[in-house]
């Protein structure tokens, strides 16, 4: 019920923010989104609209069959990229169930790409539990496999600053992976909770390691309580964190990783307005690149457009 209420709120508060997107705005593709069975697709793509978003690449959370997401990837081609999701307790478990909901995904043609695998998520209150898995584990190496054989960018989810201890274990771990497979794209969702001067290390060590932004920004810190990334000073980027996106315009990939049914509504548009307006500060090749040319390239989508 209460999830329902949290829908109902904000969908009401979106009628009234002014985010449609302008005809010279810069073309956005947002790499990785959730969806639940609360959450109308028409819904989610007058949305995308308002928000100038032309494409979304999605997965999908709770009980959410993988049929009815190929269904959506159908109905909007031009909009809807689906996703193979792991998340859930049966990959955390490695239950037996994992391989055949894995295997649903992967054999049905509308699905073209690998959403993130948790390896480490601290627990949100009430409404995620810790999650740890190590990348060496099967159902991790599965999905790994499934995405290297498929030339789909692997998606690491690692949250450094919230892994006490354990993050120079993980750390480890991800450069390992990086190292052993050199022409491989991946990526670190939520920025890995890294810092410019992090983030620097890794890019200039890996070069097949890209970042992207969900959750990197004073809208989406203002309220989770999680010791995310952020990446602003007032509307713009902090020079930092310019400094190392200026070099290195490849390797950002903007993504607004939306979960729950509220996340659709007016926190979506104005997240989205704010990278609007940094992707506009920036030189025009590097805005480009971040809201959606790395994305086309990375993940082999059509060009927005075309």
């Not at 940094?278 to 690149?289: C, Y």
């Amino acid at each position: 019920m209460m999830q329902h209420l949290r829908f109902f709120l904000a969908s009401v508060a979106c009628l009234w923010f002014a985010g449609t997107a302008a005809a010279d705005d810069i073309p956005m593709i947002d790499a990785h989104s959730q969806i639940e069975l609360d959450v109308d697709i028409d819904f989610v793509i007058a949305q995308m609209d308002k928000a100038g978003v032309a494409r979304t690449i999605l997965s999908t959370r709770g009980r959410f069959p993988p049929n009815v997401l190929a269904t959506y990837a159908r109905r909007f081609p031009d909009r809807i990229t689906a996703a193979v999701r792991t998340k859930g307790n049966i990959f955390t478990n490695n239950s037996p169930k994992f391989r055949k909901f894995f295997n649903a995904q992967v054999s049905m043609p509308e699905y073209t790409a690998m959403a993130e695998v948790i390896l480490w998520h601290a627990k949100k209150g009430h409404m995620a539990p810790e999650q740890i898995t190590s990348i060496n584990t099967p159902q991790a190496q599965m999905a790994l496999r499934t995405a290297v054989e498929r030339g789909w960018p692997f998606i690491f989810h690692y949250e450094f600053a919230a892994a006490g201890d354990a993050r120079g274990t993980i750390v480890a771990e991800m450069e390992e992976t990086l190292r052993a497979h050199p022409d491989h794209p991946f990526a670190l969702i939520h920025m890995g909770q890294l810092d410019a001067a992090a983030a620097a290390r890794l890019l200039a060590a890996h070069g097949n390691l890209h970042f992207m932004v969900s959750h990197a920004n004073p809208i989406a810190s203002a309220v989770s309580g999680q010791p995310w990334t952020e990446m602003f000073d007032g509307d713009s980027l902090s020079k930092e964190w310019r400094e190392v996106i200026e070099n290195h315009p490849d390797r950002f990939v903007l993504n607004f990783d939306n979960v729950f049914p509220d996340h659709w509504g007016n926190f979506y548009l104005k997240q989205a307005a704010l990278w609007q307006g940094v992707l506009n500060q920036l030189p025009p090749e590097i805005g480009h690149a971040i809201g959606h040319g790395n994305a086309e390239r990375l993940w082999k989508l059509p060009k927005v457009g075309s």
